[in-house]
């Protein structure tokens, strides 16, 4: 069993930047693929970004791409995802969840086996 615990969110204006963090309870967490999605009012939950295990392969929404990075700290059980340059339709709640399948970094939400409580980010005009 894995525990996932954002943290980071906030509220930024339009341009800032934030960075998120996703804390990771167990040993297995460096053999984990991980992956951000965000859910915004009124939408369904979507793909932003995902990692290997090793962190040498990483994967991005065409709309944060050249904007936001995700990387990993495996000594410290820890993903995290920089947003740089942001804008007002990246406000969502951000999630941070854990694929114990695939080493792969995967967009497909169903492949990922544990989630966060989520992050709230809000970016002002």
């Known amino acids: 069993q894995v525990q996932l615990v954002e943290s980071g969110g906030g509220l930024v204006q339009a341009g800032g930047s934030l960075r998120l963090s996703c804390a990771a309870s167990?040993?297995?967490?460096?053999?984990?693929?991980m992956g951000w999605f965000r859910q915004a009012p009124g939408k369904e939950r979507e793909f932003v970004a995902a990692?290997?295990?090793?962190?040498?392969?990483?994967s991005y929404a065409d709309s944060v791409k050249g904007r936001f990075t995700i990387s990993r700290d495996n000594a410290k059980n820890t993903v995290y995802l920089q947003m740089n340059s942001l804008k007002p339709e990246d406000t969502a709640v951000y999630y941070c969840?854990?694929?114990?399948?695939?080493?792969?970094?995967?967009?497909?939400?169903?492949?990922?086996?544990?989630w966060g409580q989520g992050t709230q980010v809000t970016v002002s005009s």
């Open positions: 969840a854990a694929d114990r399948t695939y080493s792969n970094p995967s967009g497909r939400e169903t492949n990922y086996d544990y």
């Open positions: 990692i290997s295990w090793s962190g040498g392969s990483t």
């Open positions: 167990g040993r297995t967490f460096r053999t984990y693929a």
